[in-house]
């Protein structure tokens, strides 16, 4: 066919387009498109030390889909950049969110593509499900779980004295004496990044809210409180963490507690998996463990939280669903021993969602969190089941806290009347 019968073709497509459904432009725009290059897709993810690894990822797509070019673009203030595209319905067209109410709110209004038809659902594990859907429908893929816990210096704690791992909270104290008599510090403080805190929180949280999703729908109900039981228990376990950190803990962030930690200045930090893949990056001879944080003197209230990590998410006015689509094909892939799983599991040091040969680089954790997973020894990770900013929220109060400025009724106070302003 030569270039004027494809012109007058084209003509006439485009103008069937714009007298029948809105569906035919979608697809004449499809075909401008792949005529005068690549379809442009955007995948917009919080920043992270993972710039390398999205590069890679980045390329081994174009090279596998040369008729779409993909771009993944890391954003430093994530959740600001988020709220102003949406406020201006400018949403790119793949974008990260946080599992459970965020995905349930942006579903709700309507901002989400409804992914429940594509092959992934069926492999993921039953753990991330929920995480993904509203009312009764898939509106993310869920791309990895991960844990919270407490990462330590394995030799640090062999030198110390120190068998295995604490499983109690007196073991617990009796194990920071021990590090803190090598004259080691026991504790690396990330506490001037409040998302540090907030994890710590929902985690000790976790431990003592005996049926999580009982008590979400109290607190959405307003007969909750985060006053329960147990949970003075919690702030047993935050006032001894702060009495046993680096200098000034409230001026010291996330990168701070990583190079104490890998210098082996400090023997513990309580993060997330990802924490592994950045200790290794400075020192990959480091070896360390994981285990649950205790919160009582009860071994069976130590239980690792583990959840769904990131959610990605398909703006539902996106230009080019077609092409978004295939590009999230390619991130859930399972079987590409060469695309995103691969690149992800080696350099980021996270599980994805669904079975994966290759595993996760996280040195001595790795057993750990397998064997929780497997035994459903879980809790998942409470912040992000609270109303859509009360995350953040905690960790500032925390900081509060931890700062002298107010006491623990207070805190619980500040948190109550927060859920029941966000539900009201």
Same mark, same amino acid.
């Given at each position: ?9 084209? #003509? ?9 459904? /809105?569906?035919?432009?979608?697809? $004449? ?48 203030? =994530? ?33 989400? $593509? ?6 992934? @659902? ?20 869920? $791309? ?39 004259? #080691? @510090? ?24 005996? *049926? ?30 702060? /009495?046993? @950190? ?19 200045k400090a023997a513990m930090i309580h993060n997330g998996n990802w924490a592994v893949a950045d200790l290794f990056k400075i020192n990959p001879n480091l070896e360390v463990g994981l285990f649950p944080l205790p919160v009582s003197d009860n071994p069976n ?18 230009? =080019?669903?077609? *092409? ?5 094909? =390619? ?39 397998? *064997? ?32 002298? *400025? #107010? ?10 009347? $927060? ?6």
């Open positions: 066919m030569n270039r004027g019968w494809i012109t007058i073709l084209m #003509i006439s497509l485009l103008l069937l387009g714009l007298l029948g459904c /809105g569906g035919d432009v979608v697809i $004449m725009e499809h075909s401008i498109q792949e005529k005068d290059g690549p379809v442009p897709i955007k995948l917009v993810v919080w920043s992270s030390r993972a710039y390398d690894t999205y590069r890679a990822i980045q390329d081994d797509f174009r090279y596998k889909h040369p008729h779409i070019e993909l771009t993944i673009e890391m954003q430093e203030n =994530y959740g600001d950049y988020i709220a102003a595209k949406t406020a201006s319905n400018d949403l790119p067209d793949l974008f990260f969110l946080t599992p459970y109410h965020e995905v349930q709110v942006y579903a709700k209004n309507g901002m989400l $593509m409804d992914l429940s038809e594509r092959a992934f @659902t069926d492999n993921v594990f039953d753990l991330t499900r929920k995480s993904v859907s509203y009312n009764g429908k898939v509106y993310g893929y869920p $791309m990895s779980i991960g844990f919270l816990g407490v990462i330590y210096n394995k030799k640090l704690f062999r030198d110390a004295g120190i068998t295995g791992s604490p499983q109690t909270l007196n073991e617990f104290k009796e194990a920071v004496l021990k590090i803190k008599a090598l004259g #080691i @510090t026991p504790f690396a403080s990330s506490f001037k990044d409040h998302w540090t805190l907030k994890h710590l929180f929902s985690t000790l949280q976790g431990s003592v809210v005996k *049926e999580p999703s009982t008590w979400i729908s109290s607190m959405d109900r307003g007969s909750g409180t985060f006053r329960s039981r147990d949970v003075g228990e919690i702030f047993d376990v935050l006032d001894m963490i702060r /009495g046993n @950190t680096n200098v000034n803990p409230l001026e010291s962030d996330y990168d701070d507690s990583i190079q104490l930690m890998a210098m082996e209230d130590a239980i690792l939280a583990v959840d769904t990590e990131i959610v990605i998410v398909l703006n539902h006015n996106t230009k =080019y669903p077609k *092409e978004a689509l295939q590009v999230l094909d =390619y991130i859930s892939d399972n079987s590409d021993r060469t695309g995103w799983m691969h690149h992800y599991t080696k350099d980021v040091s996270t599980q994805p969602a669904m079975p994966f040969d290759q595993k996760p680089l996280l040195g001595g954790t790795y057993s750990t969190f397998e *064997e929780a997973y497997q035994s459903n020894r879980i809790i998942p990770w409470m912040y992000q089941q609270y109303p859509l900013g009360l995350g953040e929220a905690a960790g500032e109060i925390l900081q509060s806290y931890y700062a002298g *400025e #107010i006491e623990q009724n207070t805190v619980f106070d500040m948190l109550d009347q $927060m859920w029941r302003d966000k539900v009201d």
